[in-house]
């Protein structure tokens, strides 16, 4: 049966850890809130140090949650938690998703790699049946009219 169209287009994004970050996210935004309101007889600079970190932490578990790949007709867009980068299908060799790996890895025509932290094993099943829909989406938009 084949998928409607678009349907294989969807972006890649964690389940477990997205939801996990964002509650610890938003748990240290309101924690972090009520302990600089809190200390009322602390340096005003201190205070503002606590929050910092706060919202450091707070900052890291979003972009930790908003990790994303997003395949189109041309390539596959991958934002991991610093790094966002274009390929071309043509520019993907290999997905590699193997025991022992936390999350789906691409192998480059380059000889690079490159992780693919929107498809986590701690996602279990469903991360396998996205990392098969990732190889074949490459398989798909590399394919060539002879056996090379």
Known sequence: MT????ADDRPF??????VVNLVIGGAVLV????LVGALTDVPWGDRVGIGLVGLAVAWFCWREAAVVARPDEAGLTVRNLVVR?????AQ????????GRPWVQLD????????VMAIQRADGAAARQEARRLATLVARHTATGHDD
Not at 31 to 34: C, I
Not at 108 to 115: K, P, V
């Open 3 to 6: 998928p409607p169209p678009g």
């Open 13 to 18: 994004r964690p389940r477990f850890a997205r």
């Open 31 to 34: 924690l972090t809130a009520l």
């Open 85 to 89: 980068r274009r390929l071309a299908w």
């Open 92 to 99: 993907i060799v290999d997905v590699r998703f193997g025991e």
């Open 108 to 115: 480059l025509a380059d000889g690079d790699t490159l992780a």
